[in-house]
């Protein structure tokens, strides 16, 4: 009987672990959003709402720091985003830290980005960037104008994983945010999306396809309309992992992200070229850094 009840339970074990849908159909974002409507009624009409709980145990490492961000001129501020959970604030240089996200939507963070003109006003871009096995979804990008004391959702809820936020320090109200997209199946919500209201709305910016995502963004600080953007090309499985593509590359804009153009004279370009992270030159804005994760075979490198 038991090897009988053990068989069928192997069998529907390997039936999930192989069927694509499974992997295919995450949870749609109205039903995530909904879900966590239904989990803040639940919470201010509990019996047990004022009640004060303490962990116990069993206890496991956070880990997994995917951001940090100071704002200019303080010495003793930082924000800590991590990819597990949380963001985490310190206003005296690390001494001691409070958790500034512990009631919203999603508790995993890929990116924090402080307002050049307000240090007030932070946006981070949720779900992690680590795009492993482990890595959870977040539920778009979020918005506070009082250093974090209070949040608010902002959309792009079907992005999953978001790489990168960045604030036009002449205009606070126009912001980009690099989304990579679904972790284990392919979505249109991807690419680099704008907004030019504060986050009322948003555009695409740039979208290659529904598999392809934005893993990072900068702007020339000499002139706001001068963008780069880099794309990666990737996919996950429970039992495998596409880190790279064709269309991983570096994309230029000369007109605030309405067109682009792709950068391919002396850049790498193939299959084999993964995540892709850009930096521009503060010294020299001309001068732009590119740090790449290649996979090209030994014997095709020359080694």
Same mark, same amino acid.
């Given at each position: ?34 879900? &966590? *409507? ?28 995917? @951001? ?54 932070? &946006?981070?871009?949720?779900? +992690? ?5 482990? @890595? ?51 979505? +249109? *919500? ?41 794309? &990666? ?5 429970? &039992? ?30 193939? =299959? ?27 014997? =095709?490198?020359?080694?």
């Amino acid at each position: 009987m038991k090897r009988s009840v053990f068989g069928l339970w192997l069998s529907i074990t390997l039936l999930s672990i192989t069927g694509d849908a499974v992997w295919a159909t995450p949870t749609d974002p109205v039903t995530r959003m909904k879900s &966590w *409507q239904h989990h803040v009624k639940l919470k201010n009409e509990s019996v047990f709402r004022d009640l004060k709980w303490r962990t116990v145990g069993p206890r496991f490492i956070g880990g997994r720091i995917e @951001s940090i961000a100071v704002p200019a001129g303080n010495n003793y501020t930082i924000y800590v985003g991590v990819g597990s959970g949380n963001i985490w604030k310190t206003i005296n240089n690390g001494v001691t830290w409070e958790p500034i996200f512990e009631n919203e939507s999603t508790f995993t963070i890929g990116e924090i980005s402080i307002c050049p003109s307000d240090p007030d006003t932070l &946006w981070v871009g949720t779900g +992690e960037v680590l795009m492993a096995r482990s @890595s959870y979804a977040g539920t778009g990008v979020f918005k506070s104008t009082d250093a974090g004391k209070t949040w608010r959702n902002m959309g792009l809820h079907d992005t999953h994983h978001i790489g990168r936020v960045l604030i036009d320090p002449k205009n606070p109200d126009v912001v980009y945010v690099a989304a990579i997209g679904h972790n284990f199946s392919y979505n +249109e *919500q991807r690419g680099l999306f704008k907004t030019s209201d504060g986050g009322k709305t948003w555009e695409k910016s740039l979208y290659i396809s529904d598999k392809i995502g934005v893993i990072d963004v900068e702007m020339d600080p000499r002139d706001s309309n001068t963008l780069y953007a880099a794309t &990666w090309e990737r996919s996950r499985r429970a &039992w495998g992992h596409t880190v790279c593509g064709a269309d991983s590359a570096i994309y230029k804009s000369t007109n605030a992200g309405r067109s682009w153009k792709r950068i391919t004279d002396g850049f790498i370009t193939g =299959e084999y070229v993964g995540r892709i992270t850009i930096e521009v030159s503060a010294s020299n804005p001309d001068v732009l850094y590119a740090l790449v994760d290649s996979h090209r075979p030994p014997a =095709e490198r020359g080694a």
